[in-house]
C-alpha cells in the first residue's frame, strides 16, 4: 500500500462540429493542446531548487553577543517542500490533469537517515510511513504492508536499505525496502507496545523498546529474539515506560520517559551514565523523547514537555538549549524524535506543528 504520485484520468472529449459554441470550445482547446505541447517539445520545466534556501534573518542559538553554536538549516513540512524538479513532460502532463497532489506530514514522530540521504519518518497520526530521498527529492508515502494498514507506526530505523518500522498498536516490527515494499514482520506475542527502534552494526542487532513491558527486545535483522534487557524501576538499568533509542558509539542511549532521565547503556544493558532528573532546572528533564549523538559524541534530549532541544557533553555536562514552545521557525509543539545525518545536521520531528525542523551544529572557527 505504497502511495505515489497519481494523476486523475479525464473523460471522454466529443465534439459536435455544426455548433458555434462548440467550435469555439474546440479553438480553444487546440490553443491549449498547442501551448502545452511546446512546453513539452521546448522542455520547459523547473529545475531543481535548494532543499533549504538561505533565511533571510538567521537563527542562532545562544544568541548574540553569546558565541551561536546552533543554527536553524530550516524547516520540511511535506513534498512541496523539497522543490523537486520538473520536467517539460511533467509541464505538460499537469496543463491537462492538474498538478500532482502534494504529501504532507500529520504529526512526525520517530525519524531515520541514512548515509545516502534516505529518510523515513514515522507517522502515527497518518497511519503510515514516509520515505524521502533527498537526493532525488522523491515522497513515498507507504500506508500499508503485506495485506494490512498500519496502525500507529513510531518508530524507524535503516539498515543498509532495509526500514524497520515498529507499530505500536499491532505489536510488530515490519520490514520495508527502500522502495516501501514489504519484507517480513515479526515479534507479535514478544512485544506489547514496541516504540523507538535503533540498530547497532557492531553486533548486527535491532534494539526496540517495548512501553508495555519497560524493556528493550533485542533482535537479529530477520527478526529472531535474542534477549531481553531491563525491567520496571527506578534503578539504573531498569525503565518506568521508556520511548526512544539510539546507537552512541558503542552504546545506547535511552529515553527513560517517565524516570524523567536518559540512560546511556552498553549493548549488553550495563549502565555506564544516566542523564537528566525530575525538576524545571538547567539539565532538568520533563518528558525525554527523542536522543540522539553527533560525531564527537555530544547527546541530544528532546523534551516533549519543555519543548526544546537539550545538549550535553558526553560526561553528562549541559552544554546549551534550543528550541520553545511554538510554531514560528525554530520553536517546537509536542516534539519527538530526533536524528543526526553524515553533515552534522540535527533533524527534530516538530509533531504538533506537522514538520521536520533542521538545525545544524556551529564549529568554531579560527
Known sequence: MASTYAFAESSPMFFVRNSHTDRMAVARWRLALTIALTVAVCGC????????????SPLVWPPPPDTPRIELVGVLSGSDDLHAAVSGAESFRAA???????????????????????????????????????????????????????????????????????????AEVIELSSDGSFRRR???????????????????????????????VVFETDGSRLATIGERGSKPGQFNYPTHIAVAG?????????????????????????????????????????????????????????ENVQMFKPDGQLLMAFGREGSEPGAFSLPAGIAIDRLDRIWVADGGNRRLQVFVRMRATS
Not at 530521498?133 to 496502525?151: E, I
Not at 555506564?272 to 518528558?287: E, H, I, P
Request: proline share 5%.
Open 45 to 56: 520545466g523547473r529545475p531543481q531548487g535548494n532543499l533549504f534556501p538561505t533565511l533571510a
Open 186 to 216: 515479526f515479534g507479535k506475542g514478544i512485544l506489547s507496545r514496541p516504540v523507538g527502534v535503533a540498530y547497532a552494526a557492531s553486533t548486527d542487532r535491532l534494539y526496540v523498546v517495548d512501553g508495555g513491558a519497560h524493556a528493550l
Open 96 to 170: 491537462f490533469r492538474g498538478p500532482r497532489p502534494s504529501i504532507g506530514f500529520s504529526s512526525p514522530h520517530g525519524i531515520a537517515i541514512t548515509h545516502d540521504d534516505l529518510l523515513a519518518v514515522a507517522d502515527g497520526a497518518a497511519g503510515a510511513v514516509h520515505i524521502i530521498d533527498l537526493q532525488q527529492r522523491t515522497h513515498r508515502l507507504v500506508s500499508g504492508f503485506d495485506d494490512q494498514r498500519f496502525a500507529t507506526p513510531v518508530g524507524v530505523a535503516w539498515v543498509n536499505e532495509r526500514l524497520f518500522v515498529t507499530d505500536a498498536a499491532l
Open 250 to 306: 558503542d552504546n545506547l542511549l535511552v529515553a527513560d520517559s517517565a524516570n524523567f532521565r536518559v540512560q546511556l547503556l552498553t549493548l549488553d544493558g550495563e549502565c555506564v551514565r544516566m542523564f537528566g532528573q525530575k525538576g524545571d532546572g538547567a539539565g532538568d528533564l520533563s518528558l525525554p523523547k527523542g536522543v540522539a549523538a553527533d560525531a564527537d559524541g555530544n547527546i541530544y534530549i528532546v523534551d516533549a514537555h519543555f
